[in-house]
């Protein structure tokens, strides 16, 4: 189905069609398990993975109080495409031809992590955000630590 819809330009309708059957049902189970997490710990961080949330962003039924984008150079995008999930050149191209630019997805990001640094410095980078962002949360609810 993928295949289909991201390698022919005349399947934006049907790709917007999946869209409307997937995405409420998604939101519904992510929402679900971010009350649960909540209601467990309410101190817990929650974290969203939407990979094209640049373009669902004025839809989606759920608020954040961060958003960080990570992003690559788009030929280690397309490399990382091909080894991880089997995607030929011309399919991992044409998927990336449908997601938002990085532009897009820096413009909604409080935060840009560069992917194309080893593993170590994308942590250290995610652990200071962390630290700001617990830091800024304490401040607002007049915590002192």
């Not at 991992?92 to 630019?101: D, E, G, L, N, S």
Request: net charge negative; aromatic share 4%; glycine share 2%.
């Amino acid at each position: 189905m993928s295949e289909h819809v991201f390698s022919d330009p005349n399947a934006e309708s049907e790709r917007r069609i999946l869209d409307d059957i997937e995405h409420p049902l998604i939101y519904d189970l992510a929402l679900s398990e971010e009350r649960q997490a909540v209601e467990k710990n309410p101190d817990a961080v929650v974290v969203h993975d939407i990979p094209l949330l640049a373009e669902v962003i004025d839809d989606i039924p759920m608020r954040f109080d961060h958003i960080v984008t990570v992003e690559a150079p788009e030929q280690t995008r397309v490399e990382r495409m091909m080894r991880t999930r089997g995607m030929s050149e011309a399919q991992a191209k044409a998927r990336i031809a449908h997601q938002p630019t990085r532009a897009a997805r820096e413009s909604i990001a409080d935060a840009v992590i560069d992917s194309s640094q080893d593993v170590e410095h994308m942590f250290d980078c995610v652990d200071r955000l962390m630290e700001q962002w617990r830091k800024e949360a304490r401040r607002n609810h007049g915590i002192q630590h």
